[in-house]
C-alpha cells in the first residue's frame, strides 16, 4: 500500500463561491486569464496579466522568479504543453485571490528542455516521458497591485505526486 489508495482524486469538488468563475475559460479573475491564457498558448493574454516587477515564489523548489522576463519564461514553457486545466477555486477578495486546479496536461519537448535547463529533478530521463500525460492538482495565491495586475503570487504544487506519475 503507498498511502494514497484511500485518496478519490476524482470526487474534489469545487468549492461553491460562484459557479461562473469556475467554468471553463473563465476569465473572471487576473489568475484564471492567466491559466487560461497558458494553457491557449496566448502569449499576449497571459503578459497582460502581470505587473513588471512580479514575484512569483515556485513551492516546493523554494525557487522565487522576480520580474516579467523571469517569470514569462516559465510560463511560455508552460504553455508548450497541451494544457486542459479543470479548476476547484477561482475566488478574489479586493486584491488577493486564490485559483486552485487540476494542471492536466501532456509533457512536451519543450518543457523537457526547459526542466532540464533548470535542473529539475526528473524521476527518470525525461526523454523517455515525452508525450505522457500528466494530473496534479495546484494552488495559486496571488495579489493583485492598483492596476490589477499580478504582482505577487506563490504557487503550491505537490511536485512527488507529480513525479510518481512518471515512474
Same mark, same amino acid.
Given at each position: 500500500?503507498?498511502?494514497?489508495?484511500?485518496?478519490?482524486?476524482?470526487?474534489?469538488?469545487?468549492?461553491?463561491?460562484?459557479?461562473?468563475?469556475?467554468?471553463?475559460?473563465?476569465?473572471?479573475?487576473?489568475?484564471?486569464?492567466?491559466?487560461?491564457?497558458?494553457?491557449?498558448?496566448?502569449?499576449?493574454?497571459?503578459?497582460?496579466?502581470?505587473?513588471?516587477?512580479?514575484?512569483?515564489?515556485?513551492?516546493?523548489?523554494?525557487?522565487?522568479?522576480?520580474?516579467?522576463?523571469?517569470?514569462?519564461?516559465?510560463?511560455?514553457?508552460?504553455?508548450?504543453?497541451?494544457?486542459?486545466? $479543470?479548476?476547484?477555486? +477561482? !475566488?478574489?477578495? %479586493?486584491?488577493?485571490?486564490?485559483?486552485? &486546479?487540476?494542471?492536466?496536461?501532456? @509533457?512536451?519537448?519543450?518543457?523537457?528542455?526547459?526542466?532540464?535547463?533548470?535542473?529539475?529533478?526528473?524521476?527518470?530521463?525525461?526523454?523517455?516521458?515525452?508525450?505522457?500525460?500528466?494530473?496534479?492538482?495546484?494552488?495559486? $495565491?496571488?495579489?493583485? +497591485? !492598483?492596476?490589477? %495586475?499580478?504582482?505577487?503570487?506563490?504557487? &503550491?504544487?505537490?511536485?512527488?505526486? @507529480?513525479?510518481?506519475?512518471?515512474?
Amino acid at each position: 500500500m503507498d498511502g494514497f489508495d484511500d485518496l478519490d482524486l476524482e470526487s474534489t469538488r469545487p468549492i461553491d463561491l460562484n459557479s461562473e468563475t469556475l467554468k471553463p475559460g473563465s476569465q473572471a479573475t487576473p489568475m484564471s486569464r492567466l491559466i487560461y491564457g497558458v494553457a491557449a498558448a496566448d502569449i499576449p493574454a497571459v503578459e497582460a496579466q502581470i505587473a513588471d516587477n512580479i514575484e512569483w515564489g515556485l513551492m516546493p523548489y523554494l525557487k522565487v522568479l522576480k520580474g516579467r522576463e523571469q517569470v514569462m519564461s516559465w510560463l511560455k514553457a508552460g504553455s508548450a504543453d497541451q494544457k486542459e486545466p $479543470v479548476m476547484i477555486t +477561482n !475566488a478574489m477578495s %479586493k486584491d488577493w485571490g486564490v485559483f486552485e &486546479y487540476w494542471n492536466i496536461g501532456t @509533457l512536451s519537448d519543450d518543457v523537457i528542455n526547459f526542466g532540464n535547463a533548470n535542473h529539475w529533478p526528473w524521476p527518470k530521463d525525461p526523454k523517455n516521458l515525452l508525450g505522457e500525460k500528466y494530473k496534479v492538482v495546484q494552488c495559486f $495565491v496571488y495579489h493583485v +497591485n !492598483a492596476e490589477g %495586475k499580478i504582482d505577487t503570487m506563490r504557487q &503550491y504544487l505537490d511536485t512527488q505526486s @507529480l513525479w510518481a506519475q512518471f515512474k
